[in-house]
C-alpha cells in the first residue's frame, strides 16, 4: 500500500516562507511525475507545481518566481519552498505522484491528505 504524507504547514504572516515536504512509502517500484496542488475555502483544486522525474519543472503563473518545487529520488520526496507568501495563498496544500508498484504493475495517482497553509496580513 502506497502512502503520501505532507509536511511543514502552518500560519505565517504575509511575506514569509514556509517549506512542504511530502514523503511518499509503501511497496514503490517508481515514482515519475510529483506535484503540488492546493485547495482554498469554496474553491477548486488547482495545480501549484509540478517536477518530472528528470528534474523538470513546471509552475502557475500565480507562483512563478516565488515557490520551488524540488524532490529528491532516493527519499521518495518532494519539496515545496514557497517564500514572498501572500495571503491569497492561504488553502490545503496537496501532494501528488504518479507511482508505480509492482503488486500494480502499472502507475497510479497517489494524493496525501493536505497540509493547512495559512497567511495573515
Known amino acids: 500500500q502506497v502512502r503520501l504524507v505532507e509536511s511543514g504547514g502552518g500560519s505565517v504572516q504575509a511575506g514569509g516562507s514556509l517549506r512542504l515536504s511530502c514523503v511518499a512509502s509503501?511497496?514503490?517500484?517508481?515514482?515519475?511525475?510529483m506535484g503540488w496542488y492546493r485547495q482554498a475555502p469554496g474553491e477548486q483544486r488547482e495545480l501549484v507545481a509540478g517536477i518530472n522525474r528528470d528534474g523538470r519543472t513546471n509552475y502557475e503563473d500565480f507562483v512563478k518566481g516565488r515557490f520551488t518545487i524540488s524532490r529528491d529520488n532516493a527519499k521518495n520526496t518532494v519539496y515545496l519552498q514557497m517564500n514572498s507568501l501572500k495571503p491569497e495563498d492561504t488553502a490545503v496544500y496537496y501532494c501528488n505522484a504518479d507511482i508505480l508498484t509492482l503488486a500494480a504493475g502499472r502507475y497510479y495517482d497517489y494524493w496525501g491528505q493536505g497540509t493547512q497553509v495559512t497567511v495573515s496580513s
Open positions: 509503501g511497496n514503490i517500484f517508481r515514482i515519475n511525475a
